[in-house]
Structures are given as C-alpha cells and as structure tokens.
C-alpha cells in the first residue's frame, strides 16, 4: 500500500487526487462510503475528460477502488483503504498534502468529532492481547476453515513434541464418561505410552475375531486389555478406529486426526438457545420475528439428534442405554395467542429425545414478561434467564450438557452465560449481525437508542463472539465481506460508540474459532417440483389457486392473464427484505409486465396488522408503489401466514409454471428461502450484498442482482426471459443445476456431522490449552458487568415507567 500511497503523492496523479477531493468538499457532505466515492470518481473522470483506463489502471484509480471512506475534515482528509479482505488500513492527507499512516484509534476520534460527539479518555476495548499468542491462519483466503488449520497445527505439534501430546491426547479420551459409564479407556491404561503399546495388543486380538462380530460379544475380554466401550458395534469397526489411533500416535496426518475425532464419543447432550421470536411448532411462522431462525433451530435440533444417534449406534453404545438428548432452549409466553408457547416442554416432531424447553422471563415486571417482547427490548431479562435456565436444564439434564449452541444475539450471551457457568463448550451462531444492517448505527447509536438499543446488543455481539470457542457462519462473506463490500463480522474490528467506548480491535479474523458450515433445508417439504409422484394433487391445485385465483380478503389483486410467466417472492414485511424496491423495479419495466406477473407471500396485506411503524410504512409503500404504477392486473399480494407444507408446495406451483424466484433484500445474511426456491427448481435471482452470492456460485453473474440498480436488475431478469424462450431447454438447465447444487451442499447431514466434528475438536483443544481462555472469559464478564449490565438496566427503567 505504502507503494501506492507514494505514487498518488506526486505529478499528474496527485493533481487528479486534489481535484476529486475539491469536487467532493463542493458537495457540502463531510462522509463518505465506497459506493459515493467511486460515483463522484467516475463523475470526475468523464467530466476531465479523462482516458478509460483511467479510472481502474491508474494509481489515483487503483486507490479509489480500495477505498470505502473518506471524511473530510479542515486541516486534513482521513482515509480507510482496504487494499484486500481482512485488513484496512488508515491514512491522513495532511493539509501539506503529505500521506501518513494513522492508527484506529485516531480514526475513531475523527468519527465521533464527524458527529460533535468527542470526548477525551474514552473507554477502549482491545482484544487483541488474547489472540496474540493463539494460532491463527494466516491467509485470508483460507478464513472460515479454522478446523482444517486446527487440524494441521495439532498434527504438527505432535510432530514437535510427541510424548508431550499423546499424553495430553491419552488423558482427553482417558477422561471420557456417559453418566458414570467409562467409555474407551480404563484405569488398566495408566499413559500415553502404555496406551500406544495396548493398542498394538488389541489389533491383534481383533485380527483374530470375525469383522462382523459384535463388540458384546468380546466387551469383558476387551475390558481386560483396559478398553471401555465407544471404539465401536463391531470387530471392524473398533479395529478401524484403533488403527486410526495407531496412525495418529506414529505418523500424525490431519485428515488421520479428522476422522479419529469424528468417531469419539463425546457429545451426547446439546442445547440449543433460541431466545426471541415465538419458538413453536405450529402456528408461529410468520408472527413477529419469527421465521427462518425458528425453522433453522428445530431443523437443526432433528438432525443433531439424528446424527448423534447414528454415531452412538457406531460406538456400540446404543446397547448399554446411551441415547442423544436434544433441547431448544427459549422463553416461556405466558399470553400465548393460541401458541403452545406457554407449555413449559414440548417434543420435537419427527424426533426420540429433542425437545423444546421453555423458560419465562423473571417477574420483573409481569405486563411486560407475560407477553412477546421484541428482541430490541429484550435484554433486562437475558441474565435472569440464564440462571433460571441453568437449574432446568440440570434437571433435565441430570448432569451439565456438553455442547451450548447460542442462536442470534440474545441466544449466544444466553449461550456464553450459561457455558461460563457450567464449563461447557460454546458454539455461537449469529444468523444476522445488527450493525452492519443498519448503516451508522454505532456512530448514532444514542440517536437509535429509544427504539434499538443498540448500545446493549452491540457489547452482547462483542462478548459472546470473543468468549465463543468456536462461531459457525453460513458463508465466507459473513465473516470477512468481499473485495468491495466488509464482512458482518470485519464490521466488528474497529468502530466507536460515541460517549461510550471505543473499539479498536475487536475481534481476530484469522482466529480458527471461524468456522463456515451451512445449513440444509428440510428436504420432506421442499424437494423439487419435477417429482411429481410424491406431490399431492388436492394441495398443489389449492395453492395454485391461493397464488393465482383465489378471493380473499388477505389477498390483494386480481390476474388479468394468470398464464403469464410468474416472479415469485417470499419475505417478510421490513425495509431490509426490500419488497417495495422489487415492487418498483416491476412497475418501472413495462416489458416484464408484458411477459410476467408478480407475486407476492408476505404474512401481512395491511398496515393495521403491523406491530411497529417501520413494517407499517413498508405496507402503505408497497400500496403507494402499485398504485403508482397502475399494477392492478399483474400484480398478486398474498398477506397471511401458510403452513409449510403448503409453502414447499408454493414454490413448486410456480415452477410448474416455469417462474423464477427473485430475493430483493438490499442486505441478507444467507437466505433461507434462496435455499427453499432453488431446490424446488426455481430459477432464482438473489441481492449481491451478503451471503446469498455463494449459494448460487454464478460464475458468470447472471443470477446475482443489485437491488439498488432497477433498471440493470430488470435487464438480467429479461435477458434470462428471453434465452429461455429462443432455447427451450435451458430453463430446466438453470432448474436442475439449481437444484442438485443445494441438494448436494446444503443439507443438514453435513451440517450435523460438522458441527459435531467442531465440538469435539475446540472441545479438546481446551483440554490441551486453557490458559487461552481463561483471561480472556474474565476481561468479558467485565464487559457485561461494566457495560452490558447498565445498558440494560436504562431499558428495564423505561419498561418499570411504561
């Protein structure tokens, strides 16, 4: 960078820097993101009349690209330049036009002095201290395999130092129990060293024994050598994972670690926090803040039971009464609305031992905690609820659970309480960060705060992240962002919360806690619509006509030619999913309503049934839009919460019609119905900002549509259109290429097998290595204490005064 720095500084190129920063100043803003930079760039660049190289190829050019913010300020111009993903840089153009180097710190100031909002001797945050001496990956393309590198360092260090860590390995499986129940090693094996030798002993012995035979019948001679059930249910499968033992002492591989691992019987009891939203099996779906994270939590509830069932069955452990317990743990609704989310425990559907635990919220104030609250405004309750949840599920439990998996922000500082407490590994998964959705939201947080409370949320992200022992992301983007746009979690490196504290290194990106494992989609309700025999005729003509044909007073509009080709989309009502903004790009293309009609499945038609004025202003937009644009005729709402079987089906009657499924939202994290409409066969256009890039993969970017370009994202939907007529094959092309890519990678058996893997392995490196984590966990519970604590304690007193 420094190179490049140098190279602006002087000639021609220099004068081309001063002249678009004049141009900029002229504007009377003082701010400047990336997209407003490169806009008076290019702006600066015809008006100069400058050549077309220009603008990419030249050193003014290159440091443009990089650049996502300018502020402008007297005596000097500040700039952020992210010369490539993970690492930003800051730099000062001095008013004696030179280039200098500034630190994070010094950015933060000039932010909050952007806002009139300074104040000296703020309090700063610095993690960096407790990763320094931790590994950590060291190319930024390989951010989010934290397992694979976790892998090849443990396998060199076994290497390095072999006595040293078979022992540290011996003493891992030596201390191994189910509810008293020894498994794989007993006290016959005192060390690493005579564990290496009686592993030699008992290949021998089951060479001799017959590979089906099962582990039952030779478990007292086996017992002898000191191995405790747990290798496996048969003479071959024990005799596998022994050898892999074996290999892994002798000649240390990781891919030999991996699969040794994978095997070990440590993970029987899981806890999954779900905190916010109705968390329910029926008739919840499209109520306030609940949807894909409810879906997600009791689909991925069903396949670790699965999983874990499958793995216990393999161990041999089935047949001494070892089963996997499951619970979803969330918030007991006393005023239910019909729900069963006042029932203090429920089954999972489809599952043996999952269930869904609830917990209300302390009686701090009952008209409050009596009813659903907003995940805005839940944050009183959160410590309260940790304690309380701590003794149910020791009494479900009987004994501590080994695996604590947090969902969104409340669920993973539920989840970091809870694991602080009880010493047991923390799994964070954050579905979607808050602050880099809403743009300036920590530099205005106190201008938000009445309505967000951002402040507590904000520091609960922070500490539970850091305190995670490791964090699954559904896509790379997640974590570090692409070469133009910051990931969510880069977002959290450095940033000021004016008059409160200061960020200034937040979180390490090149930490192995990163871990990218999807997730799957229930493939008994959402398959494709080309498998026509496992389809039932009744509901696929009742949601034909629900989407096409039907009156009802929770529908809007009426087909002038239900035969034209279909644009489906499924949201819910928020300025962020973007309806209004596919609404508009719709009625400002007269062609693709000459050859399409646009459908819409909300869970909401007016603006009565809002719950707060944001989602009420989205209803009467989208009203104003169609009005707007005369779209009486080939526009169809549907506003009111269906089934899911009745949505799989949805997407499947649309393919029937060879449709396409647009997802407009001008940030989404992942997608969940990206996922549902390409397996179901649906052509499907999806925003460029955010994670839903990589589902798809497109190569050559024809699926991949900026929501804030209406006329550009149009042209890529007619382009499609078209091709499909002048080349009849290539709609089921796109179909079937859509299709087979979900249902080959994303499917909640790889999800499972993952995330089990990871717990067993971060499960053991905190075995072999605390003191990485112990300093650490106490700077966070300062944090909640000094920070979190006081912030929710304001909203408590709103809550007591209302």
């Not at 909050?112 to 931790?134: A, G, K, M, T, W």
């Not at 133009?484 to 008059?499: A, C, L, N, V």
Request: glycine letters at 6%; hydrophobic letters at 40%; proline letters at 4%.
């Amino acid at each position: 960078m420094y190179e490049l720095i140098q190279a602006v500084s002087h000639g021609d190129e220099k004068t081309a820097l001063h002249q678009l920063i004049y141009t900029l100043k002229a504007s009377g803003k003082h701010y400047f993101l990336r997209n407003e930079i490169l806009h008076f760039f290019g702006e600066y660049c015809h008006q100069s009349q400058k050549p077309a190289y220009f603008y990419y190829s030249s050193s003014v050019g290159k440091l443009i690209q990089y650049t996502h913010e300018i502020i402008l300020e007297k005596e000097s111009i500040w700039f952020v330049i992210r010369p490539k993903i993970a690492n930003q840089e800051v730099w000062q153009l001095t008013a004696d036009s030179r280039f200098e180097q500034m630190t994070p710190q010094a950015l933060l100031d000039v932010r909050d002095r952007l806002v009139n909002r300074y104040q000296p001797h703020i309090l700063e945050i610095d993690l960096h201290p407790f990763y320094e001496n931790s590994p950590r990956i060291d190319d930024a393309r390989n951010i989010g395999q934290g397992l694979a590198f976790l892998n090849r360092y443990l396998c060199n260090q076994l290497l390095t130092d072999p006595q040293y860590w078979v022992e540290m390995l011996f003493q891992a499986l030596h201390g191994l129990q189910y509810n008293g129940i020894r498994l794989l090693l007993s006290d016959r094996i005192p060390s690493g060293i005579q564990l290496a030798k009686q592993i030699k002993q008992a290949l021998k012995f089951l060479s001799e024994r017959s590979p089906d035979e099962p582990y039952e019948k030779f478990r007292l001679a086996f017992q002898e050598l000191g191995f405790e059930p747990g290798w496996g249910n048969t003479a071959a499968r024990v005799s596998e994972t022994l050898e892999l033992l074996d290999r892994l002492i002798y000649s240390p591989e990781p891919g030999i670690l991996e699969t040794f691992v994978a095997r070990v019987p440590a993970v029987f009891r899981v806890v999954l926090v779900s905190v916010h939203g109705w968390v329910g099996q029926e008739d919840v779906l499209g109520r306030d803040e609940t949807l894909g994270q409810v879906i997600y939590v009791l689909e991925q509830a069903r396949s670790l039971e699965n999983e874990l069932r499958e793995q216990i069955k393999l161990a041999g452990l089935d047949q001494l009464g070892i089963k996997p317990h499951v619970i979803i743990l969330t918030r007991l609704i006393p005023n239910c609305e019909g729900t069963f989310c006042n029932l203090r425990i429920e089954k999972v559907q489809d599952t043996e031992n999952a269930w869904i635990l609830r917990v209300p919220f302390g009686e701090f104030n009952p008209e409050i905690t009596n009813n659903w609250i907003s995940k805005y405004e839940i944050w009183p309750y959160l410590e309260q609820f940790a304690l309380d949840a701590e003794k149910e599920l020791l009494a479900q439990f009987q004994v501590k659970p080994n695996l604590i998996i947090g969902n969104y922000s409340d669920g993973n500082l539920v989840a970091f309480l809870l694991s602080r407490r009880m010493k047991v590994t923390q799994c964070n998964i954050a579905h979607s960060l808050e602050k880099p959705k809403h743009l300036f939201s920590n530099l205005y947080w106190q201008d938000l705060e009445e309505k967000y409370h951002f402040s507590a949320q904000f520091t609960a992200d922070l500490i539970s992240m850091n305190a995670a022992d490791f964090i699954i992301t559904s896509s790379y983007q997640e974590i570090v962002g692409t070469p133009d746009t910051i990931g969510q979690y880069e977002s959290y490196k450095w940033f000021t919360m004016p008059h409160l504290y200061h960020v200034v290194d937040g979180i390490d990106l090149f930490s192995s806690k990163f871990n990218l494992v999807p997730p799957g989609v229930n493939e008994n309700i959402f398959f494709p619509y080309s498998q026509k025999e496992v389809r039932d005729p009744k509901l696929r003509t009742q949601v034909y006509e629900l989407l096409f044909t039907r009156e009802d007073p929770q529908i809007f509009g009426q087909l002038d030619d239900p035969k034209k080709r279909p644009i489906f989309a499924v949201y819910t009502i928020n300025s962020i999913k973007n309806f209004t903004g596919l609404a508009e790009c719709f009625g400002k293309s007269q062609a693709l309503q000459e050859r399409c009609n646009l459908i819409l499945l909300t869970s909401k038609l007016h603006q009565h049934e809002a719950i707060n004025s944001e989602e009420a202003e989205e209803i009467q937009k989208l009203h104003d839009i169609i009005e707007q644009y005369h779209l009486y005729g080939k526009i169809r709402w549907v506003g009111m919460r269906i089934p899911s079987n009745e949505l799989g089906e949805a997407y499947r009657v649309v393919a029937d019609c060879q449709g396409i499924y647009i997802h407009f939202a001008r940030f989404e994290a992942f997608g969940r119905s990206i996922l549902e409409a390409m397996i179901s066969g649906l052509p499907t256009f999806a925003t460029q900002f955010g994670g839903s890039s990589e589902i798809i993969e497109d190569q050559e970017n024809r699926f991949n549509i900026n929501p804030t370009d209406l006329e550009g994202t149009a042209t890529k939907i007619l382009d499609f259109l078209e091709y499909c007529d002048t080349h009849t094959e290539y709609w089921h092309e796109v179909s079937e290429w859509m299709s087979q890519r979900i249902h080959h990678k994303y499917n909640w058996h790889l999800h499972s097998n993952q995330l089990l893997l990871l717990a067993k392995m971060f499960s053991f490196w905190n075995f072999v290595a605390p003191e990485n984590n112990e300093a650490r966990d106490r700077y966070m519970e300062t944090l909640f204490h000094l920070i979190y604590k006081p912030r929710a304690d304001k909203i408590l007193e709103k809550h007591k005064g209302g």
